[in-house]
Every structure is written in C-alpha cells, then in structure tokens.
C-alpha cells in the first residue's frame, strides 16, 4: 500500500474528504519526523515505538576492489512493533472492528450480546 492507496481506505473509513485526510497524515508524518529528529521517542500504544538508534563507526569492504573502507557513525530511524500489532499480524487476535465517529459501533452490540449470555 502506498501513501495514496492509505489516503484513499482512511477516507473511505471515515467519510472525511481526501484532502482533509491527506493534510491529517502530512501533520502526523511531520510530527514523527520532528520528534525523532529532537532524538524523542513516539510511541502508539498497541501499534508500536518510533526512536532515534545510534550506529556506530564502522569498517566496511569496497565491494569492487575489497579495499577496506571506514564507515562513520550515523543515526538511523527505528520501529518496534507493539504487542497488539504482532498478534494481529501473527494472527494470535483479530484486529478490532471499525466503525467511523458518529456511528453504531459493531463492537458494541457484540459486547450487549456477551453480557446477556453471561447473566444466564
């Protein structure tokens, strides 16, 4: 999936316009950045933690020649994953339903379902 095809299935989602939902992930991609620039982290719980790593400095091989070639240290992006997005990609959980704002949840009524199957 691509960053047009994410715009698209959120509006679809939410009933929100395209570009309102373009501009909401331009903001959020931003933030990220910016944090993990500052070296902060940003974590999402259940789907996971952004954080700044360290590399350290390095020797590496010229893969033409063999030459030995140094490597300087550099930071680098990092993503782990939260408990909730492994067991769903996993397939241990099911990914909760969706249901957009200002609609009747799904989970909802589930729930209603369960709790009078309990009391009997």
Known sequence: MNRAELISEIADLTGQPKTEVAATLTGIIHSVTTALAKGEKVTLVGFGTFERRNRQARTGRN??????????????????????????????????????????????????????????
Do not use: C, H, M, N
């Open 63 to 120: 893969p033409r020649t063999l030459a030995p070639l140094r490597i300087p240290s550099s930071r680098v992006p990092a993503f782990r994953a939260g408990q909730e997005l492994k067991d769903v990609v996993d397939g241990r959980s099911r990914l909760k339903a969706w249901a957009a704002p200002g609609t009747k949840s799904s989970t909802k009524k589930t729930a209603s379902k369960s709790a009078k199957g309990k009391k009997r």
